[in-house]
């Protein structure tokens, strides 16, 4: 199915990123992180990599004290690891689950010391075990879109703004909100409670993060110019940490809120993209922890999104929208659908739909050549 629509700005957009602390994304790169290395030792092991899928992970906050100068954590934070894989042969599960976890969590959140690893994995069915490498083990929906739209290239380039600025943890949640061309931002960043000695520390690392995304907002939006609702996008509100009151303020004593304020959970943050986009097309699917052999809500939408970037360079395309869907067992370079929304001043033509039929057709056949690169990390997915 390929249609194409006259190109259309809403008139508002959301756009919504947790970063890389976030424990939403925290448990996302944990079941990344262990499905890589289930690769790793499969590979080593048996020269192919066998059925697994660890999109189950659950963070469990702890409890902590913080205080102006220092703090202390009363309670550490759980990582409680489901799902199923293939048992190893030189290996427990449970030390390539321990490992994976203590090494994404110790390089992401980096005065995060305490925590605990529970592994509760077990082995997959034989029905699904037996797909690998021979079809689809799912029914399951796949979507991508591009280009991005200045507000959501926007957000994504903030949260390392945000890590710039003194004081500041990993744990940085951002939201847009665009009502014709004013933009509103609202930022909640986890402050370190070492960095910050007093409330008036505290209230000037939130201006200094304020001012942060201020100036970094002005500068994008003034670099690259784009038509929204009949102008230019303009700078309006930037809010810190707006819960604050009292003596009710997001100190912490690791930079996030895993330590006591938060639970996480795989799939539950943001999409393939890094983006939560509820103006535009999004699948449920949690895409990290999934096997990257025969998983297609892993792998179709990450393929989505590669198609969608290939189709938007096409003379006359503004947008580009691309839903696929398996069908279980079926060979992944066989979907169910394959569907394509163009916007832009075209018409279909056997030309036009030639062109948007090999693309597909090319990244349907490369399914083997993305493996590589889900094993090695390349691929962005949350």
């Given at each position: 199915?390929?249609?194409?629509?006259?190109?259309?700005?809403?008139?508002?957009?959301?756009?919504?990123?947790?970063g890389l602390g976030h424990p939403d994304t925290l448990a996302d790169g944990i079941s990344e992180a262990i499905s890589r290395s289930l690769c790793r030792q499969y590979l080593e092991e048996s020269g192919q990599i066998l059925h697994h899928n660890v999109d189950k992970v659950?963070?469990?906050?702890?409890?902590s004290a913080p205080r102006f100068g220092g703090g202390s954590i009363l309670k550490p934070p759980s990582v409680v690891v489901g799902g199923r894989a293939s048992r190893l042969q030189n290996k427990l599960l449970s030390e390539i689950i321990e490992d994976a976890a203590a090494s994404h969590l110790h390089k992401t959140v980096k005065n995060l010391k305490q925590f605990q690893v529970e592994p509760r994995l077990e082995q997959g069915a034989?029905?699904?075990?037996?797909?690998?490498?021979?079809?689809?083990?799912?029914?399951?929906?796949?979507?991508?879109y591009a280009p991005l739209s200045?507000?959501?290239?926007?957000?994504?380039?903030?949260?390392?703004?945000?890590?710039?600025?003194?004081?500041?943890g990993e744990d940085i949640k951002l939201m847009a909100v665009r009502r014709g061309s004013h933009l509103t931002l609202v930022v909640a960043v986890a402050m370190v409670s070492k960095f910050i000695g007093s409330r008036e520390e505290y209230e000037e690392a939130k201006l200094n993060v304020r001012e942060a995304v201020e100036k970094k907002a002005r500068s994008q939006l003034e670099r690259v110019p784009g038509e929204v609702a009949g102008g230019a996008e303009r700078m309006g509100e930037v809010y810190v940490n707006c819960a604050d009151a009292g003596e009710n303020i997001y100190l912490t004593v690791t930079g996030c809120s895993l330590e006591m304020g938060d639970d996480g959970a795989t799939g539950r943050g943001n999409r393939g993209n890094g983006l939560i986009t509820p103006m535009r097309p999004m699948t449920m699917e949690a895409i990290a922890g999934k096997n990257p052999v025969s998983h297609v809500g892993k792998i179709y939408n990450v393929m989505a999104q590669k198609i969608a970037a290939d189709i938007a360079e096409m003379e006359g395309v503004s947008e580009a929208y691309v839903t696929l869907v398996s069908k279980i067992g079926s060979p992944i370079s066989q979907p169910l659908l394959r569907g394509v929304q163009i916007c832009g001043e075209m018409e279909l033509t056997a030309g036009v739909e030639a062109r948007v039929?090999?693309?597909?057709?090319w990244h349907l056949e490369s399914a083997d050549d993305l493996v590589e690169q889900f094993v090695k990390g390349r691929l962005t997915l949350f």
């Open positions: 199915m390929i249609v194409i629509n006259k190109p259309f700005t809403p008139p508002y957009e959301v756009v919504e990123r947790k659950l963070i469990i906050a702890g409890q034989p029905e699904l075990a037996s797909l690998i490498g021979r079809g689809a083990n799912d029914t399951s929906i796949g979507v991508g200045q507000t959501e290239q926007l957000i994504l380039d903030l949260e390392d703004t945000v890590r710039q600025v003194r004081g500041a039929n090999s693309i597909l057709d």
